[in-house]
């Protein structure tokens, strides 16, 4: 499975992105869709899943301003990205999950500048 994100860049306290990630190569069987991310100095955090049904997980630092979709048709999932605080700046990485496997794609980067 190939994991493409896209999305990131430079945006203010407050604003909003939207993140992208299409999969392709063996898709089939992928349960779980989601995005991570990992600020400097920090370990990688789950930000938002989501299952083939379409049930949603958040974290609580991002409930209520991120909703994470999924399109299983395309193959994509999306993270929209409203009022963005500066500690939601970190690199973001899309993940895919298989019974056995787990799947990264190689990270956008969101920066929330006050």
């Known amino acids: ?13 407050g604003g909003s992105l939207r993140l992208s ?8 069987s992928i349960s779980v869709m989601g995005w991570y991310r990992q600020a400097p100095g920090k370990q990688r955090e789950m930000v938002a899943t989501i299952g083939s049904a379409g049930t949603a997980n958040y974290a609580d630092s991002v409930k209520g301003r991120f909703t994470i979709s999924r399109d299983n048709a395309k193959n994509t999932v999306l993270l929209q990205m ?9 690199v973001y990485y ?10 990264w794609g190689q990270g956008t980067l969101v920066t929330v500048s006050s």
Do not use: M
């Open 21 to 28: 990630c299409a999969a392709s190569g063996s898709i089939f």
């Open 94 to 103: 899309c993940n895919a999950r298989k019974v056995l496997d787990s799947y």
């Open 82 to 90: 409203n009022s963005l605080k500066r500690e939601d700046t970190a």
């Open 1 to 13: 499975v190939q994991l493409q994100a896209s999305g990131g860049g430079l945006v203010q306290a």
